[in-house]
């Protein structure tokens, strides 16, 4: 921990990235760990913030993960990919006490960039069957290096799971149980590395109030707004936030 400034302004701060966060997830059904980590990345630097939005982000997620059918179905289509993707957040979240955390920093808003481009040009790929085992290894280890690193789950997760032609519901909940499967290893991490202390611990419990307050604005606000251009919307905003992080990062390092 890097020492947090007055508790009662990461409070105030906090409750309003995890409501807005909340929300966006409660709309689009992702975009709750963007949201909440680049807000808060942004007030108490990267390491912090990663500490403060596990418990709610991981609570958020296993709500998302069982609330549906399809848990089974994923978990038999996806095992080799969750199971690749968990040991490379362990793995390459070691580095986290070692790396410039300015240029983690910049990776995040690298892959928030990315992220955003991808969804606003409509990226589509395929997957063969066939390709899938090697494809799960391949992009598995991607993100579980990115997440160790970075605490940002989209990429590669979230293009390859819509590759795999998952409808709408099996998707989300595919989404649901792989983000808190990576919150579960990235928590091990931190607190193997003493990244992660008791004040960030009750902070980030404290969060989850706000954080299923937003959840359920977001879906009753659901089928009473045009969902396509809420997504443009917030991805518009993601792409401006890590352009916004990777520019702030450089002029840190240089």
Known sequence: MTGLPNE?????????????????KGVLGF?????ALVVLTLTIGLIDALAIIIVPTLATNI??????????????RMWLYFLVAAVGVLTTSQYLTVVNVNWLTALLGAVLFF???SRLLDFHITVPRESEPILSVLLGACNGALTGLT???????????????????MLVQAMGFFFALSTLMLTISLG??????????????LALAPAFAGVYLGR???NRIDEESFQKIF???VLALGAYLVWRSANSLG
């Open 8 to 24: 009662v302004e990461i409070l105030t701060t906090g409750t309003i990235a995890f409501l807005l966060a909340g929300f966006v």
């Open 31 to 35: 975009g709750f760990p963007i949201i």
């Open 63 to 76: 709500w998302q993960a069982v609330s549906g059918p399809h848990l089974r179905a994923v978990l038999r």
């Open 115 to 117: 992220f955003a481009v």
């Open 151 to 169: 605490g940002s789950f989209m990429v590669p997760s979230v293009l390859y799971m819509q590759a795999l032609g998952f409808p709408k519901d």
């Open 192 to 205: 193997s590395n003493d990244l992660i202390d008791a004040q960030e611990v009750r902070l980030s419990v």
């Open 220 to 222: 009753w606000t659901r």
């Open 235 to 237: 991805l518009f905003a």
